[in-house]
């Protein structure tokens, strides 16, 4: 890999370090112990996102604390929304951009065959119909501007096509399905590094003319194979699809009802290591979303590092008030710039009226040239004295 091309922490599994309670630490040992070469099931796979959860260490942590509704504060792209939809409970995802709630809602549709099919119909349709509907010499609309230099010309005007085609499209599912689709593919399509590092690739090739409409294509099927595998397997399990709720607010201050939740499976943005707003810089035109409430709204980023240690106290104290009297957290958190996630959760649980109860951690690879760094898997509960 060309040096300036930095890569996220990875889900890299290995031996776990666990401290706590011996039972509760082997569990949360064990939603770490996943395959990091296993091919993602069901709708995982669709949507590229950083720093996402590995859905089968969101799959057990649900397993493993049965109740009622889940809770994930930091949601992302809905890794803990598809966990909680195939576990039959009810669930409610935050997040402060529009990107990740409408990427979490295509990811968590449990439709009949018939229904499923129709993203791949429509997406093919579409795609096929660019070919001859594209307009070399017609204006460009008003938002890409800002856009024109993160793509070549020719893949640009296949992209303002595609949007133009489903904006058109009449039935609401659709037009919300494949706007996920193309989001899905744009930073592929784009000068952009990577979905994490979010400068323009000195390495950049020109994408051959048509790729956008042909990896159109290919994401609709995609989708619509793992819709198809979400469905099969509610189905067979005889598990009952219950609507998730998303929600667009910032988790340190989120209206949550309280005692509403039994449990929250989240990983809260790590300190100083991303911008993370600007991850999406691609797709807030695409979704027709000014950024300002995400960027500034957002905590953990770079160029606000200091802040973070308030502003995650701020988002556990919030998530604490949810929880039912026997409810837990669990937050995966990783070490960011000069912070040690484990330590800081333990140094503020008491404050809250909180106990950590046990962590498992991981050593992940330091893509800086640093030593290791680790993400930690963190059981939190109310403190006894803190039970009414």
């Not at 935050?94 to 990107?99: G, P, Q, T, W």
Request: aromatic share 6%; proline share 7%; net charge positive.
């Amino acid at each position: 890999m060309p040096s300036g091309r930095k890569r996220s922490l990875g889900q890299s599994g290995g031996r776990c370090e666990v401290s706590g309670d011996p039972a509760f630490g082997q569990l949360l040992a064990n939603c770490l112990a996943v395959d990091p070469e296993a091919k993602l099931p069901f709708t995982h796979g669709f949507h590229a996102y950083p720093a996402r959860m590995h859905p089968e260490t969101a799959r057990r942590a649900i397993e493993a604390f049965p109740g009622g509704r889940v809770l994930d504060p930091f949601m992302g792209s809905g890794t803990t929304a598809v966990e909680a939809v195939r576990a039959g409970r009810a669930f409610v995802g935050l997040d402060i951009s529009k990107v990740p709630l409408e990427i979490a809602w295509t990811r968590t549709r449990v439709l009949r065959p018939e229904q499923s099919r129709r993203v791949e119909q429509e997406g093919h349709r579409l795609g096929n119909r660019a070919f001859s509907e594209i307009e070399e010499g017609a204006p460009l609309p008003p938002w890409t501007r800002a856009e024109r230099d993160w793509y070549d010309p020719h893949t640009l005007r296949e992209i303002v096509t595609l949007k133009g085609l489903i904006d058109r499209e009449g039935d609401e599912f659709i037009r919300r399905t494949l706007t996920c689709v193309l989001s899905s593919i744009l930073v592929k399509l784009s000068k952009q590094i990577s979905d994490s590092d979010v400068k323009q690739d000195a390495y950049h090739r020109p994408k051959p003319r048509g790729a956008a409409f042909r990896w159109f294509r290919d994401r609709c099927s995609e989708l619509t194979k793992g819709l198809l595998q979400l469905g099969s397997d509610l189905h067979k399990r005889k598990v009952a699809f219950v609507e998730p709720e998303f929600k667009r607010e910032d988790a340190r201050t989120a209206t949550l009802q309280p005692g509403s939740v039994d449990l929250v499976v989240t990983s809260p943005p790590y300190a100083g290591v991303y911008d993370y707003a600007r991850h999406q810089s691609r797709r807030y035109p695409i979704f027709g979303e000014d950024p300002a409430f995400a960027e500034a709204h957002e905590m953990g980023s770079r160029r606000d590092a200091e802040k973070y240690p308030g502003d995650l106290e701020a988002a556990i104290r919030n998530a604490l008030g949810a929880l039912s009297k026997a409810g837990k957290i669990l937050i995966l958190i990783g070490d960011g710039q000069q912070v040690n996630g484990r330590s800081l959760v333990e140094k503020m649980a008491p404050a809250l009226g909180a106990r950590v109860t046990a962590v498992a951690s991981q050593s992940r690879p330091n893509w800086s040239g640093g030593p290791p760094k680790r993400e930690h898997l963190v059981l939190i509960e109310r403190a006894t004295s803190a039970v009414p």
